[in-house]
């Protein structure tokens, strides 16, 4: 997973030095912090008045839950989760959480199986099948059980990612927010549960470091033409003040109609413009897509109009039609390594993370997921998040509460995919399509 196309190689326009300050950004790429106790060392690292409310007593019901003291116990019943067919890795991994959720609900313990190959993980990888090779043991009691154990563990794949807060969850929750809605409510256990499933493992850990740190000279894989000269940010992460824009183009047109350029660059000069106190030094911008067109277009956006002198990207496998997991074959020969691109795509993500502003939608579950993230991996809660939504009309559909997280309590029909459910019961008030509370 080393050299080549593999590293990870930040592209600089046009920039000057600036320092680097940001202790708990650097510490996303320590094992202590994908450890599953991490909510203990929460307190040394982060302003938890700045993360999602009581992130750190979520963190710890979930841990306390996922590792119970006697893992040989009648008592104890485990289920497996080895996600779903046919949809993104973020898309999977909300899934996934969705099992952690259903497991809370009926008292069993969630543990990755190891009988199918992920679709993330390259043939090669005799010794790596699935997700246990890219995130955390979900249990410490996986490491008692013998593959003939896991093989037979009941399953709850079935389970569609209807997202549902466990009943003593809601109870405390309710007891402790008691004015939030039932979506926000959702939104909340969504982003405590993903945060949990999505903990790096020591060996993914390892490649990640390589990839964000260890970088090459840009110009052995591609030729800058904007910039007489490129600065390198080796070792360090994103200067404070960064703003991320991730843009969701490529194979989302199932899904929503894609937001243009246009409209990202137009949210993000909104963005510097109103807060012109937190923008007026030199402006850093990260860049993220599934596809090098979209960040090419948005450089030239930022460059041109906006005048922001630095813009920086990552090289990395990317298709004009986005990750579709079915054609892997279609990337250039040297980025075919499924492990390594799907590594590089959680590099990113981290990287996105490193900023103190963001510009996104969340109908994309990237973009989701960059959302919750910033509120429980890091303490940022309180910094800007600028939606541009899908622009087809409908004020639910530029909404955080998008898809699985419900916000309505009549079922609905969700843009193209025609896809219809109503919320379950819950002790939290509902909305209507408005927005008005429903007594």
């Not at 313990?109 to 009988?115: A, E, K, P």
């Not at 579950?365 to 087809?392: F, H, S, T």
């Not at 909404?399 to 002790?427: C, L, N």
Request: hydrophobic share 40%; charged share 20%.
């Amino acid at each position: 997973m080393r050299g080549g196309l593999g590293s990870l190689i930040l592209l600089v326009c046009c920039a000057a030095g600036r320092a680097y300050n940001k202790q708990s950004a650097r510490f996303l790429y320590e094992a202590e912090f994908h450890a599953s106790s991490k909510f203990s060392i929460y307190r040394d690292y982060f302003d938890e008045s700045k993360m999602a409310y009581k992130t750190r007593a979520a963190q710890k019901m979930i841990h306390d839950h996922q590792n119970p003291s006697d893992c040989s116990s009648r008592e104890v019943r485990l289920w497996a989760t080895e996600g779903f067919a046919n949809v993104g890795l973020g898309a999977e991994v909300i899934g996934i959480a969705s099992h952690l959720s259903h497991a809370m609900q009926s008292g069993a313990v969630l543990v990755w199986g190891r009988t199918k190959r992920s679709k993330y993980i390259s043939d090669g990888d005799a010794d790596c099948r699935g997700f246990p090779c890219l995130f955390q043991p979900l249990s410490r009691c996986e490491a008692n059980l013998t593959a003939a154990a896991l093989d037979s563990l009941p399953s709850n794949n079935e389970i569609m990612s209807l997202f549902v807060i466990p009943a003593h969850v809601e109870t405390w929750m309710h007891k402790h927010m008691p004015t939030i809605t039932h979506a926000q409510a959702l939104y909340w256990w969504k982003a405590q549960s993903i945060a949990y499933v999505m903990r790096l493992s020591n060996k993914s850990l390892e490649s990640v470091k390589h990839f964000r740190f260890a970088q090459l000279d840009m110009h052995e894989i591609y030729s800058h033409s904007v910039c007489s000269q490129s600065a390198r940010n080796k070792g360090r992460v994103l200067p404070a003040g960064t703003v991320n824009i991730h843009i969701r183009h490529g194979d989302k047109t199932s899904e929503m109609n894609l937001v243009s350029i246009e409209e990202y660059g137009k949210a993000y000069h909104g963005l510097t413009a109103s807060q012109v106190l937190s923008f007026m030094g030199e402006r850093w911008v990260h860049v993220s897509s599934d596809t090098l067109q979209s960040i090419k277009e948005m450089k030239e956006w930022l460059l041109v109009r906006n005048h922001t002198k630095t813009v920086v990207y990552s090289l990395m496998p990317r298709m004009d039609a986005g990750f579709d997991s079915d054609v892997w074959d279609a990337f250039p020969a040297a980025a075919q390594n499924k492990t390594r691109s799907t590594l590089l795509m959680l590099t990113e993500l981290l990287m996105a993370l490193e900023a103190d502003a963001w510009i996104g939608t969340r109908v994309s579950c990237w973009g989701r997921i960059i959302d919750m993230l910033r509120c429980v991996w890091a303490d940022k809660c309180n910094a800007p998040y600028v939606e541009v939504g899908d622009q087809r009309g409908g004020a639910e559909d530029h909404h955080m509460y998008h898809e699985f997280v419900v916000p309505q309590h009549a079922p609905r029909v969700y843009g193209k995919q025609k896809r219809i459910w109503a919320a379950p019961p819950s002790a939290f008030h509902k909305t209507d399509r408005a927005g008005s509370v429903l007594t």
